[in-house]
């Protein structure tokens, strides 16, 4: 879910605390929320012909239903490296569409996803 503990410290000081008073509830809703998503098999998806953010956003809505394009913000770094996924959610924790911070590049940007060695 997360890659390590400074992240997961970070996510509860800037997100967290103004959600609930006790971080072990909030990690506990975070937890359910990250349980209950699909992820589209991003290999088979880096492999695609002129990928780009609005492809990726697209892939993740389809595999999980309820879920939208502009509720998927995707974050490349300056070299079109896919980096993040930012979903959003309203305060019901149904999925929202993103601001444009949230959403990142546009859906036209090209984008690469890495697939390891």
């Known amino acids: 879910m997360s890659p390590d503990a400074s992240l997961l410290a970070r996510q509860w000081q800037k997100h967290g ?37 609005g492809t990726i956003r697209t892939r993740f809505a389809d595999a999980n239903p309820g879920w939208f394009p502009e509720a998927v913000g995707v974050h490349l770094d300056r070299k079109g490296w896919l980096e993040e996924l930012r979903l959003c959610y309203d305060r019901r924790f149904m999925p929202e569409a993103c601001d444009a911070q949230r959403f990142g590049a546009k859906d036209k940007q090209a984008a690469k996803i890495w697939r390891g060695l």
Do not use: H, N, Q
């Open 17 to 53: 605390s103004c959600m609930t008073r006790r971080p072990a509830t909030y990690f506990k809703v975070t937890r359910i929320l990250y349980d209950g998503l699909r992820w589209p098999d991003f290999v088979r998806i880096s492999r695609e012909d002129d990928l780009t953010a």
